[in-house]
């Protein structure tokens, strides 16, 4: 049961424009919402995070939405440079800032490659 | 943000061999985690490092394949043991500072078994 999903394997997207990478999740009891960006041979690297009391949560190009009722994120990068050519992940857990077991575990999706043409 | 190290980055093994992967962050973390990431796959939880303890593993994976070790809060190791081709993967191990659960990941170790 995939209760974390990016359904866009890959995206393209012109230089200067916007990406928006959308992730979908099934599991109402996620509370906080995470995305990271993964170059190839080395380990994900956090962007962006998200908990379920914010609809946005806005870092310099990057901007997380949250959509409660759809179970629903997503990341815009505006304007996409070059460099943010890379594999994306969402990811979500259950309960933020509560150092009980489990409750850091990070449920992630299947990524989405984005790739920014120049 | 921690820094976290992996040894090997790589290995190519043979089947019915045990291969350690060693993760070393620079400084003391709260909760470490070993993930693996399949060929065109999510990173999926193997299991939580606990220091001191057992380690806490996820549906899907035991104690024998995997054994974890934690001697202390910067240091931990995964074994994958017996591997067969199906264990090539890339292992991850993660550490999370403070409260948020914003886990910062090793580099990797991207592991081939023939």
């Known amino acids: 049961d995939q209760q974390v999903k990016q359904n866009s394997p890959s995206l393209s997207v012109q230089e200067g424009r916007i990406s928006i990478l959308n992730c979908d999740y099934t599991n109402s009891m996620f509370d906080y919402f995470l995305w990271y960006k993964k170059y190839p041979a080395e380990g994900p690297t956090f962007l962006i995070s998200i908990s379920s009391i914010k609809d946005k949560n806005e870092d310099g190009r990057f901007t997380v939405f949250l959509n409660k009722s759809a179970k629903h994120l997503s990341l815009h990068i505006v304007p996409s440079q070059p460099g943010d050519s890379a594999v994306y992940f969402c990811?979500?857990?259950?309960?933020?800032?509560?150092?009980?077991?489990?409750?850091?575990?990070?449920?992630f999706g299947q990524g989405t490659r984005l790739t920014i043409n120049p | 943000s921690a820094v976290i190290s992996q040894k090997p980055s790589r290995d190519i093994c043979q089947r019915g061999t045990s291969l350690t992967i060693q993760c070393q962050v620079d400084?003391?973390?709260?909760?470490m985690f070993w993930y693996r990431q399949q060929p065109g796959q999510s990173l999926t939880l193997i299991a939580t490092?606990?220091?001191?303890?057992?380690?806490?593993?996820e549906s899907g994976f035991v104690i024998d394949k995997f054994p974890i070790s934690r001697p202390n809060l910067t240091f931990s190791t995964l074994t994958v043991s017996n591997m067969s081709p199906e264990d090539s993967s890339i292992y991850l191990c993660s550490a999370l500072q403070g409260l948020y659960n914003e886990q910062f990941f090793g580099p990797g170790t991207r592991l081939t078994v023939l």
């Open positions: 990811a979500a857990s259950a309960i933020p800032g509560i150092l009980i077991q489990g409750a850091q575990k990070l449920v």
């Open positions: 400084s003391q973390v709260t909760m």
């Open positions: 490092a606990n220091q001191g303890s057992e380690a806490t593993y």
